[in-house]
């Protein structure tokens, strides 16, 4: 039906790592409002509950993204990180290698449509073999490539970031 009871609220809350305080501050009400939410004491009155909606989906989106961003930041392979909107955001010291050895300007992809990299790029098979996995309803999709000690040959893996981490 839509609605967000108490028990819904302090599950989302706390599958974000928020704690009520935080909730509170975003919501500009005070601890104890959340707190009777939670319990069931009162609801959420029409108005609040889209604003809660709406920032427990940034929230869960913010840390998609950040989750994304803490595996490209550790390099370990060269990896891209797409949006939801499948726009690349984020790319590895590796993977800027990767790029610059094949003549693409790294700094030119960053903020490109994966559908513009793929036409532009030819290589139109990874946007079909996305469709078909089923793996654009992600928030944010990962990228990494792995390639041959010579740096030739490379097999594309990619997977979807949900909220929940899986």
Known sequence: NGDIDGDRIKEL????????RQLAEQLHVDQGTISRW?????SP??????????ILLRERDRRAM???????????????LLDSQLRL?????SARKHFASRGKDPDALIGMSLEQFSDRYGVTIIMKHLISSGFLS????FFRFIQNNHGRGHVTVYEPILEDGV
């Open 38 to 42: 939670e319990r069931g004491v009162e």
């Open 138 to 141: 992600g928030d944010c999709i």
């Open 45 to 54: 009155r029409p108005s609040r509950r889209g604003e809660l909606r709406a």
């Open 89 to 93: 955001v984020a790319m590895s010291r």
């Open 66 to 80: 950040q989750r994304g961003r803490a595996f490209v930041e550790q390099d370990v392979r060269p990896s891209t």
């Open 13 to 20: 809350r706390r599958r974000l790592g928020m704690t009520q």
